[in-house]
């Protein structure tokens, strides 16, 4: 992957122009370490669900696993584990 060359980057759009000043003011940071922490922030969202059917495939073989374990006679949920009127666990 090629990564641009950049040494600064013009916002020319207002929103995002004020958006950045509140954010800059409201947390004390220069307008280069929010924008920085901001495309971390953004990048790793993208990489965590880029990674979903993984994920998704390891979780299954885990329910799959943790089922065999149980046994066949096991007593449902719904009776081991008694809820309120609310639906919290007692």
């Known amino acids: 992957m090629s990564v641009p060359n950049f040494k ?3 916002i020319k759009n207002e929103e995002a ?3 950045v000043a ?5 947390t004390g940071k220069g307008t280069t370490e929010l924008i ?9 969202s ?3 669900f880029s990674n ?10 885990i329910l799959r696993r943790a089922r065999k374990k149980i046994s066949k006679d096991a007593p449902p949920t719904e009776q081991l584990i ?5 639906g919290l666990p007692r």
């Open 82 to 86: 008694q809820f309120d009127r609310h």
């Open 46 to 48: 993208r990489r965590r």
């Open 8 to 10: 600064s980057i013009n």
């Open 36 to 44: 920085l922490e901001l495309l971390r922030h953004e990048a790793e």
């Open 52 to 61: 979903l059917p993984k994920r998704r495939k390891r979780i299954d073989a």
């Open 22 to 26: 509140e954010l800059t003011a409201a």
């Open 17 to 19: 122009a004020s958006l």
